[in-house]
């Protein structure tokens, strides 16, 4: 049998961004696909009075069991009550790739969905989209569709230029699918691996920048549908202190580089109302792991090593809801 969202305590991205654009601040997206990641990112989120976005991949459902997984998100908005936390909290799913993936979803009891459709062709895209958001919108479900390709590592520089949004595309598929927030490509990418080092400048201190995010597509693509949420995927910032942590702990992570703080800030005053974030809970997570068990080589108790770890995501998430996105104290 159906459940809705609303029974389970959960809320669409609606008011969030609406708040969030009125705010100059984004939601964060979180990935969660275990018991302490979630802790902390509720635990993160609902200390410093933001609100979150839980988001649950379809590699999260395969890794955890998605009726579990539904379950965490339950869970976690009953914790947040009974600790006193009143932020909104969301249940997303992450690059949704199907109809049925995200009717699957939307049944169980998400609150919001994305689809992605950005490797189709532009009509086949708004095809999808469109009978996405049909469905999703007689359950109050929001809908993010996507346009434009985020950059992979393997592109050449000149392929990766070419999967930019089109700011002329972002009317006409809005209007056509009735989405409620548009992910755009403008030089994030996903992993810990965003740029190569020759697409970056190196610093005294030996430190790779990255080449800036278009915000000159961004701003275009603002004048042309004006008010309406941006979403920012593969906005992890692969901070260094975890970078290096794992490297002097025996990691081998060579030239990851990652989205500067700064850029995501300025970004998050803008229409951009929500960035995504998985890479550098990933990183933190290892990090701290690798520490302890070079530290301890004797720990065997799992509790030992994974709450700590789980300590340093949530002081990580605090930092970038005040700092970065600009969502803290909003609740
Ligand atoms: O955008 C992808 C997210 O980081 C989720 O990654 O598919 O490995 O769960 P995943
Ligand atoms: P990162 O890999 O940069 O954390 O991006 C996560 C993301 O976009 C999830 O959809
Ligand atoms: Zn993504």
Not at 46 to 68: D, E, H, M, W
Not at 222 to 241: M, N, T
Not at 278 to 295: H, N, P, Q, W, Y
């Amino acid at each position: 049998m159906a459940i809705s969202y609303k029974e389970l305590g959960f809320v669409n991205t609606r008011e969030m961004f609406k708040k969030a654009m009125d705010g100059g601040y984004a939601v964060p997206a979180y990935n969660f696909n275990n018991m302490e990641q979630i802790q902390a990112i509720i635990n993160g989120c609902g200390q410093s009075r933001s609100p979150v976005i839980l988001q649950v991949s379809k590699g999260a459902r395969n890794y955890a069991n998605a009726t579990l997984l539904l379950n965490m998100g339950k869970g976690a908005v009953e914790m947040a009550r009974e600790l006193g936390y009143s932020i909104p909290i969301a249940l997303h799913l992450d690059h949704g790739d199907s109809y049925e993936l995200c009717v699957s979803c939307i049944e169980s009891g998400f609150s919001s969905i994305m689809i992605d459709g950005s490797h189709l062709s532009y009509q086949e895209n708004v095809e999808l989209t469109r009978k996405v958001v049909e469905y999703s919108h007689r359950h109050d479900v929001t809908v993010e569709g996507e346009l434009g390709i985020l950059a992979g590592i393997e592109d050449d520089v000149a392929a990766a230029r070419s999967t930019y949004t089109q700011p002329e595309e972002v009317e006409d598929f809005v209007k056509k699918t009735g989405v409620d927030s548009l992910a755009i490509s403008i030089g994030t990418s996903h992993g810990a691996y965003k740029f190569k080092p020759e697409q970056c400048t190196l610093s005294k201190e030996c430190i790779l920048t990255p080449p800036p995010l278009r915000f000159d597509i961004l701003e275009e693509i603002e004048k042309r549908i004006p008010g309406f949420p941006i979403v920012l995927h593969g906005a992890s910032s692969v901070l260094l202190k975890y970078v290096d942590l794992i490297n002097s702990n025996g990691g081998a992570l060579a030239d990851a580089v990652g989205i500067p703080e700064d850029q995501l800030r300025k970004a998050a005053r803008s229409a951009v109302c929500k960035i995504n974030i998985d890479s550098d809970g990933r990183l933190v997570i290892t990090a701290m792991i690798r520490k302890i068990f070079k530290e301890k080589p004797a720990e065997f108790d799992p509790r030992k090593y994974l709450g700590p770890a789980r300590d340093e995501l949530m002081k990580m998430i605090i930092e970038k809801n005040k700092n970065v996105l600009g969502s803290a104290d909003r609740y």
